[in-house]
């Protein structure tokens, strides 16, 4: 644990205030900064706890003398240097290092452009339904700081994204998994991948030898982890092709999950997972590997998959009218994670997509597109772009922006057979709160009809 008198927050969201709750238990002296307005309800739990706090602009001088600044992932650094170009960046660490240093609970950290939330969340079912004394936070509903102030767990399951690894110092995940990389958030790496990529190969880099790296073989990515990053801790990969790994320890075989992980041969077919689609497998692929370094059974691991039941706003059939599906996929706001939607269906596919483009490159869709999109529906302020990439691609392209439109549109223009998928490619921000709202409304209008 490292002592700190000082700590200033930048930020007054779900990270900002975990980390606030968790600064104060241990006597910190903290204050919170935010360049906009803080919610009423924060400023009465600020208040009702004596934690001082700025809205509306910070407070540059109490920010330049801290001991630490914790930085939310929503907030840029360089942006930020840019406005105050006295800081220092050593200063800046990341919430998920700040709770890291108040628990010795046995970590299980997962990132990637795609999977993690399911990836995540089948790692805690399993182990949940285990009997561990399991805790699931971080990029996923409760941040890790507020869950390290309030319970005790053994262990935790921990969602990470790029942003909250940028300011690691020695955040260490006793298990680290990387699902895949593709481009996203380019806009916060000055559109540069590698610094992305970079990013999320910052999840190994304080491991040791009794630690544990599992990585998507299949991810070309990934892969040159190893030649750009030095890593100690014992490494696993899981490959839906088991010929293409020379040493493969969990594996897609005739439609089979099979691992050799704890020299015990596992085997599962994939139609007793609930949730379909390559990508999933290769999450599962990942959750099996976790379960068999902790040792949990394989008849149990077994079990536990089955029960499993998808997230909310990932590839969610919530409802079929007339012979359509219509499935829910809000939460794919990148080109990779609309790739394995599309793909999870034969189509004829009706594809609502758009929103704020995050420096997307989309031409790896277009095969897709041209193979199994029947029409476009696009749901933004801004749809060039992709009208400009798709319109002759596919034969029918509708511009809209309103999610009311996007549905009525695509119900108009479906047949019975066909899928009216939601997976738009971009994040939420141009005209919804967030991806989960954007899903809650397409449901919701979707019901109306």
Same mark, same amino acid.
């Given at each position: 644990?490292?002592?700190?008198?000082?700590?200033?927050?930048?930020?007054?969201?779900?990270?900002?205030?975990?980390? !606030?709750?968790?600064?104060?238990?241990?006597?910190?002296?903290?204050?919170?900064?935010?360049?906009?307005?803080?919610?009423?309800?924060?400023?009465?739990?600020? /208040?009702?706890?004596?934690?001082?706090?700025?809205?509306?602009?910070?407070?540059?001088? *109490?920010?330049?003398?801290?001991?630490?600044?914790?930085?939310?992932?929503?907030?840029?650094?360089?942006?930020?240097?840019?406005?105050?170009?006295?800081?220092?960046?050593?200063?800046?660490?990341?919430?998920?290092?700040?709770?890291? *240093?108040?628990?010795?609970?046995?970590?299980?950290?997962?990132?990637?452009?795609?999977?993690? @939330?399911?990836? !995540?969340?089948?790692?805690?079912?399993?182990?949940?339904?285990?009997?561990?004394?399991?805790?699931?936070?971080?990029?996923?509903?409760?941040?890790?700081?507020?869950?390290?102030?309030?319970?005790?767990?053994?262990?935790?399951?921990?969602?990470?994204?790029?942003?909250?690894?940028?300011?690691?110092?020695?955040?260490?995940?006793?298990?680290?998994?990387?699902?895949?990389?593709?481009?996203?958030?380019?806009? *916060?790496?000055?559109?540069?991948?590698?610094?992305?990529?970079?990013?999320?190969?910052?999840?190994?880099?304080?491991?040791?030898?009794?630690?544990?790296?599992?990585?998507?073989?299949?991810?070309?990515?990934?892969?040159?982890?190893?030649?750009?990053?030095?890593?100690?801790?014992?490494?696993?990969?899981?490959?839906? @092709?088991?010929?293409?790994?020379?040493?493969?320890?969990?594996?897609?075989?005739?439609?089979?999950?099979?691992?050799?992980?704890?020299?015990?041969?596992?085997?599962?077919?994939?139609?007793?997972?609930?949730?379909?689609?390559?990508?999933?497998?290769?999450?599962?692929?990942? !959750?099996?590997?976790? !379960?068999?370094?902790?040792?949990?059974? /394989?008849?149990?691991?077994?079990?536990?998959?089955?029960?499993?039941?998808?997230?909310?706003? *990932?590839?969610?059939?919530?409802?079929?009218?007339?012979?359509?599906?219509?499935?829910?996929?809000?939460?794919?706001?990148?080109?990779?994670? +609309?790739?394995?939607?599309?793909?999870?269906?034969?189509?004829?596919?009706?594809?609502?997509?758009?929103?704020?483009?995050?420096?997307?490159?989309?031409?790896?869709?277009?095969?897709?597109?041209?193979?199994?999109?029947?029409?476009?529906?696009?749901?933004?302020?801004?749809?060039?772009?992709?009208?400009?990439?798709?319109?002759?691609? @596919?034969?029918?392209?509708?511009?809209?922006?309103?999610?009311?439109? +996007?549905?009525?549109? +695509?119900?108009?223009?479906?047949?019975?057979?066909?899928?009216?998928?939601?997976?738009?490619?971009? +994040?939420?921000?141009d005209l919804f709160k967030s991806f989960e709202e954007r899903g809650d409304q397409f449901k919701e209008e979707v019901r109306k009809l």
């Amino acid at each position: 644990m490292i002592k700190t008198k000082d700590i200033t927050i930048l930020g007054s969201g779900i990270s900002g205030l975990g980390s !606030a709750k968790l600064a104060k238990k241990f006597g910190i002296n903290v204050f919170v900064s935010d360049k906009n307005s803080i919610k009423e309800k924060v400023k009465k739990h600020l /208040n009702n706890n004596k934690i001082s706090f700025k809205e509306n602009g910070h407070d540059v001088e *109490r920010l330049l003398k801290s001991d630490e600044v914790i930085i939310s992932p929503g907030i840029s650094f360089s942006n930020l240097k840019k406005s105050f170009p006295n800081i220092k960046e050593e200063k800046f660490i990341s919430e998920l290092e700040f709770a890291s *240093r108040y628990t010795d609970a046995y970590l299980i950290a997962v990132t990637g452009s795609n999977g993690k @939330t399911t990836t !995540a969340s089948l790692i805690y079912h399993l182990l949940k339904n285990n009997g561990f004394n399991v805790g699931l936070a971080g990029n996923i509903g409760v941040s890790f700081a507020e869950s390290v102030c309030d319970f005790s767990y053994d262990y935790y399951v921990l969602e990470v994204s790029s942003f909250q690894l940028d300011h690691i110092l020695n955040f260490k995940p006793n298990i680290a998994i990387i699902t895949n990389i593709s481009p996203d958030h380019l806009d *916060r790496y000055d559109y540069k991948f590698q610094n992305y990529t970079n990013s999320k190969y910052r999840i190994v880099k304080n491991q040791k030898i009794e630690d544990h790296f599992i990585y998507n073989y299949n991810c070309e990515v990934t892969k040159n982890i190893f030649k750009k990053t030095k890593i100690n801790s014992k490494i696993y990969s899981f490959s839906l @092709t088991k010929n293409q790994v020379k040493n493969p320890q969990v594996f897609l075989d005739k439609n089979h999950i099979n691992s050799l992980l704890n020299k015990k041969n596992f085997m599962l077919s994939i139609n007793k997972i609930p949730i379909q689609g390559k990508h999933n497998l290769q999450n599962s692929m990942a !959750a099996i590997s976790v !379960a068999q370094i902790l040792k949990i059974s /394989n008849q149990k691991i077994k079990e536990s998959l089955k029960t499993f039941k998808s997230i909310p706003h *990932r590839l969610e059939h919530f409802l079929t009218i007339q012979k359509v599906k219509y499935i829910n996929d809000s939460k794919a706001t990148n080109v990779n994670s +609309a790739f394995y939607a599309l793909d999870s269906f034969d189509g004829p596919i009706i594809w609502i997509a758009g929103g704020v483009d995050k420096g997307n490159n989309y031409d790896d869709l277009i095969p897709m597109v041209s193979s199994k999109v029947k029409a476009i529906i696009c749901l933004g302020k801004d749809n060039n772009k992709l009208i400009d990439v798709f319109s002759s691609h @596919t034969d029918v392209i509708v511009s809209t922006d309103k999610i009311s439109d +996007a549905v009525s549109s +695509a119900y108009k223009i479906s047949k019975p057979g066909d899928v009216v998928l939601l997976s738009p490619a971009c +994040a939420s921000f141009d005209l919804f709160k967030s991806f989960e709202e954007r899903g809650d409304q397409f449901k919701e209008e979707v019901r109306k009809l």
